[in-house]
T-cell receptor, first 114, second 117 residues
Framework: GESVGLHLPTLSVQEGDNSIINCAYS??????FIWYKQESGKGPQFIID?????DKRQGQRVTVLLNKTVKHLSLQIAATQPGDSAVYFC?????????????FGTGTRLLVSP | GAVVSQHPSWVICKSGTSVKIECRSL??????MFWYRQFPKQSLMLMAT?????????EQGVEKDKFLINHASLTLSTLTVTSAHPEDSSFYIC?????????????FGSGTRLTVV
């Protein structure tokens, strides 16, 4: 496989705080990025996406920032709620993959305290 | 929206037996489906890419004779873990691409937890 098999780092925040989850990607040819949320025992859920020709995209309570210079992606969650507690993954689609494979990053566990 | 159904959600089997996991796109056609494996507290590792009507493409290090993938229709792909061993115990997740989506449209199933005893 292509994803990194490391243990998940954890980000702990208080309810109402803003959360920032970071992701470093390795393939400079990647042209599309997606953030997913995964709750325990479930499959990943789409949160927000961004193309490589953009550096920022906003959704409801979430913002994704893309810095292609340093190959860095971040997910900002405003007014974090206990229901946001989950593992968050960034995923990329490298341009040079024939079937447009989605490759996942390491992931970050977000713990929101009431 | 696009929905992918994965079945079973969990299965326990004895060493040496085979287990089949199904992945169905319920309201869209998917020429390409992807199979992932996830160990506890780790990321999703792509195992193979499944294309309707053709042989699957396996990632490096994934044994194609052990993890048999069949994609017989535009809405169904199956993963069979053959001669399962305890080290095959893991969370298996499928994903399907919605070709009609204006974005890339990857939708994931809810996963199958396989325990081999």
């Amino acid at each position: 496989g292509e994803s990194v098999g490391l243990h998940l780092p954890t980000l702990s925040v208080q309810e109402g705080d803003n959360s920032i989850i970071n992701c470093a990607y390795s393939n400079s040819a990647s042209d599309y990025f997606i953030w997913y949320k995964q709750e325990s025992g479930k499959g990943p859920q789409f949160i927000i996406d961004i193309r490589s020709n953009m550096d920022k995209r906003q959704g409801q309570r979430v913002t994704v920032l893309l810095n292609k210079t340093v190959k860095h992606l971040s997910l900002q969650i405003a007014a974090t709620q206990p229901g946001d507690s989950a593992v968050y993954f960034c995923a990329e689609i490298p341009l040079n993959t024939g079937f447009q494979k989605l490759v996942f990053g390491t992931g970050t566990r977000l713990l929101v305290s009431p | 929206g696009a929905v992918v159904s994965q079945h079973p959600s969990w299965v326990i089997c004895k060493s040496g037996t085979s287990v089949k996991i199904e992945c169905r796109s319920l309201d869209f056609q998917a020429t390409t489906m992807f199979w992932y494996r996830q160990f506890p507290k780790q990321s999703l590792m792509l195992m193979a890419t499944s294309n309707e009507g053709s042989k699957a493409t396996y990632e490096q290090g994934v044994e194609k004779d052990k993890f048999l993938i069949n994609h017989a229709s535009l809405t169904l792909s199956t993963l069979t873990v053959t001669s399962a061993h305890p080290e095959d115990s893991s969370f298996y997740i499928c994903s399907a691409r919605d070709l009609l989506s204006i974005v890339y449209g990857y939708t994931f199933g809810s996963g199958t937890r396989l325990t081999v005893v």
